[in-house]
């Protein structure tokens, strides 16, 4: 994993473009690299972390025949690839592999990597600039273009843009706590999308997007489970095998949850031995290190807990918002930063269960719409919700009475708006333009137009919370600490395989993850497997009323909500005050708007 930059100027500066290119050492601190290109108008340029080939061969940028590449990510199947190309290669890398299969096959060679990727190429004869990024984005990859240059890297504060507010983004954030568009927080930077490349040519000075990788609607789905779990074993035996290609040393993160045990099980089956980490806090509702450990015991993993203690922790918060470079309203950020960060004293790679629960039906809201149909024909409604409504507050983690008051508020709609209602934030009146927007995810319900229920509403969310939140948390936070994170779940032959499974197979009544459970039940005692879904969280809806109250008002005082020029001081006022006199549970509103307001205060 590495962080890139490139930038196209007919007039750029070189001491400026080296200052943005070490923004990004924290994402590959073993060697930073720079070229020029096209008679100096073109800089590319690379900090490294070494995980294959360790030799000086590998440093990026590099460069074969007037070609070359930096590249973000890890490529499983490079050495399939290596023997399909042929000829003579001068490392041992999956950098190179790129490279020539490029040079061979053009744009086509990004179809058949498997693996994490973002990456740039300069075509000498197309005269162009070819971006590219993997098929569900786990690697990120920014654009920025104005009357004088074009910048791409791998953060957004590298890209050097002007520091204009994106409305749209800010309405976006407000509504998910997370920028679910292609536009991002600042004018005229985008996100690539994910499976696409692109062409910015250096003459015509504008770039072209591409798909490479679309989701087909597959009509003959696995419907035996018999055959299914056989399947799904070799899949996953083959995924977990491929990603653990390393001349490092590769680990497990391990929580309490099944996605990562299986990892874990499977890692362990493969290599005879795994080392697992998990971090430990002392409040019991959070706290998913007792039975970690009781899983690392079963699974006979060499396992590490890191026990936290609340006041690193509460004193790391504005170092860890700061880090995203972009307002991020997923507090578990906290707990991933410092997994990341202890983890890293022991392994230089580590797997993890991201993208299971979009893949293979973990929420339980992909069983609700029909739940919500029978509510809907439910009489005194109203008396329910009123009751409902005067529920104690719990600030436990993922408490039933913020699920029940979540599900009330969607289930009044259909099952596409409500899906967008079940995850969004309580902000209506936050702004003060009154008129505030949202598109419900509208276009992306178009693209799945027809499917069945359930996968619609997963694809909506790998096309949204997984590659717009879930996976930028988990790239933020370990990059932070040089630490290399793969999600075997997302690999190729895993994720075409859950696009065969029939939804049947993924959520069974009101068991999520039906098959991942039945083929984990091959490692671990059932009682450890059905259990309640947790997430992976710190209480801060307590922190928020007691030990981060003052960093809250002061984050979001009169002065500094004055200085956005768009949010409404009132509103937010009535947030603090419900939260603080626990009227209602607000913490993840309160989040996103410090995370959102400190981004902006301090970068303005």
């Not at 580590?350 to 293979?360: K, T």
């Amino acid at each position: 994993m590495c962080g890139i930059i490139g930038e196209y100027s007919l007039n750029g500066d070189d001491k400026k473009f080296l200052q943005q290119r070490d923004l990004l050492t924290h994402r590959g601190p073993d060697f930073s690299g720079f070229v020029k290109l096209q008679s100096d108008r073109l800089k590319f340029g690379h900090c490294r972390l070494s995980i294959l080939d360790l030799s000086d061969k590998a440093n990026q940028p590099f460069s074969i025949d007037g070609y070359t590449i930096i590249y973000n990510g890890e490529v499983y199947n490079f050495k399939e690839l290596k023997l399909k190309i042929g000829g003579v290669f001068i490392s041992n890398s999956d950098t190179e592999v790129i490279l020539r299969g490029y040079i061979k096959y053009g744009e086509e060679i990004f179809s058949i990597l498997d693996g994490m990727f973002a990456l740039a190429i300069y075509d000498p004869k197309k005269m162009s600039i070819v971006l590219a990024r993997d098929r569900l984005g786990v690697k990120p990859l920014y654009y920025y273009q104005n009357d004088h240059r074009f910048t791409f890297a791998s953060e957004i504060p590298a890209l050097n843009a002007a520091f204009n507010i994106n409305p749209k983004a800010v309405e976006a954030f407000l509504w998910q706590n997370y920028i679910y568009t292609e536009e991002e927080i600042l004018k005229d930077v985008y996100s690539l999308p994910a499976g696409s490349y692109a062409f910015f040519g250096l003459s015509e000075k504008k770039l072209e997007i591409f798909n490479f990788y679309k989701r087909s609607n597959i009509k003959e789905k696995i419907s035996d489970l018999s055959q299914a779990k056989k399947e799904l074993a070799l899949i996953m035996e083959k995924s977990v095998k491929d990603s653990l290609v390393s001349d490092v040393p590769v680990g497990v993160f391990l929580s309490a949850g099944n996605d990562s045990s299986l990892i874990a099980a499977i890692t362990k089956k493969i290599t005879g031995r795994v080392k697992t980490f998990t971090v430990g806090f002392d409040n019991q509702s959070f706290d998913e290190s007792v039975r970690a450990e009781k899983i690392a015991k079963i699974i006979g993993s060499e396992h590490y807990t890191f026990k936290l203690n609340k006041e690193e922790i509460i004193n790391s918060i504005p170092e860890i918002l700061d880090t995203f470079g972009m307002p991020f309203g997923d507090s578990s950020a906290l707990p991933m930063y410092f997994l990341s960060k202890y983890t890293k004293d022991h392994v230089k790679v580590c797997l993890s269960g991201d993208g299971a629960d979009e893949l293979f039906g973990g929420y339980p809201l992909y069983y609700l719409p029909p739940i919500a149909s029978l509510y809907k024909l439910l009489p005194f409604k109203s008396i329910v919700e009123r009751l409902i409504e005067l529920a104690p507050t719990s600030f436990n983690k993922m408490s039933f009475d913020f699920k029940l008051r979540q599900f009330i508020r969607g289930s009044k709609y259909d099952y596409k708006t409500a899906h967008f209602f079940y995850r969004s934030m309580n902000n209506i009146g936050i702004l003060k333009d009154k008129n505030f927007r949202y598109d419900q995810f509208k276009y992306l319900f178009e693209e799945v137009k027809g499917r069945d229920v359930k996968d619609q509403l997963m694809y909506i969310d790998q096309k949204t919370v997984l590659e717009k939140n879930y996976l930028i948390k988990v790239d933020r936070m370990s990059m932070a600490h040089g630490l290399e994170v793969r999600v075997p779940y997302l690999n190729n032959d895993v994720y075409d395989f859950s696009m065969r499974l029939d939804s049947s197979l993924k959520v069974k009544n009101f068991t999520t993850k039906y098959l991942l459970k039945k083929l984990l039940e091959d490692y671990l005692p059932k009682e450890l497997i059905y259990t309640k879904k947790e997430g992976f969280s710190f209480p801060v809806a307590s922190w928020l009323c007691e030990e981060l109250r003052d960093f809250m008002m002061e984050t979001l005082s009169y002065d500094n909500v004055a200085k956005t020029g768009f949010l409404e001081y009132s509103k937010v006022c009535e947030l603090i005050d419900d939260h603080v006199n626990h009227k209602k549970d607000y913490n993840r509103e309160l989040w996103g708007l410090i995370s959102l307001v400190r981004f902006l205060t301090k970068n303005h």
